[in-house]
């Protein structure tokens, strides 16, 4: 399954272990995740050589190409926000992924669009096992 | 005019003196913003009267009645960052307002949606005098 996964990169960077072993476990189980390099910790090097234009264009064929959307929104950020955003106005499924305790937009917690799911997780294993549970339910 | 005035809530309040005054300044030309209230000191207990559920319901029919969307974007939130997204989707004008040094998300600065439009203040009078411009632009 071809997912994109989005992650706070300019609005904070400390759930970036997380990221990372989360999108190890799914690349294990063979999908596809072109986003994959949003989880290294030289992601703003990375993104630096190319333009806020490129990268822009860049997601949103991701967003269109992709069979879901796995957010991690424990840290706020537009970006992701924006994200979810697009994907639902495109028909994606979307599985909103948090610590538990954080705050959550009530954009995201409140929101009752049937291809939207939010879910809290206690730690790393147990998002994974979230995310494959959600991968499960998208046809 | 209607403006729907977004803002970072659970992201982070730091810039509420600028939220208000920028709103202040709005009212006083005559406009109309039902957000009016995110930008008080207590929003949050004047959002926990409401269900998640209803806030959603509430902002969405607000931007879908609004000639025009006014975020500030200086501080990473989900909510704004999905507002932005909703509202380019339903084809609204956005102006997003940063203070000059803050990062700014690719999706927003890479963005070339021509109803978007990003802006950089030195201080908060800047700010007022941008969205007054912005909202000229608005037919």
Chains 1, 2 share one sequence.
Not at 72 to 82: A, I, K, L, Q
């Amino acid at each position: 399954m071809n997912i994109y996964f989005a992650c706070s990169i300019t609005g904070g960077r400390e759930f970036e272990r997380i990221y990372q072993e989360l999108i190890r476990a799914l690349l294990a189980d063979g999908h596809e995740i072109p986003t994959a390099h949003l989880a290294e910790s030289n992601v703003v090097d990375l993104e630096a050589v190319v333009s806020p234009r490129e990268v822009y264009e860049r997601d949103v064929i991701w967003l269109r190409k992709a069979d879901a959307i796995i957010a991690e929104v424990s840290v706020p950020s537009h970006g992701v926000g924006y994200e979810i955003g697009f994907a639902l106005s495109v028909g994606k499924p979307v599985l909103c992924l948090s610590l538990e305790g954080r705050k959550i937009s009530k954009m995201i917690s409140g929101n009752p669009h049937p291809n939207l799911t939010l879910k809290m997780y206690k730690n790393v294993e147990e998002a994974i096992r979230l995310a494959r549970g959600f991968l499960k339910t998208v046809k």
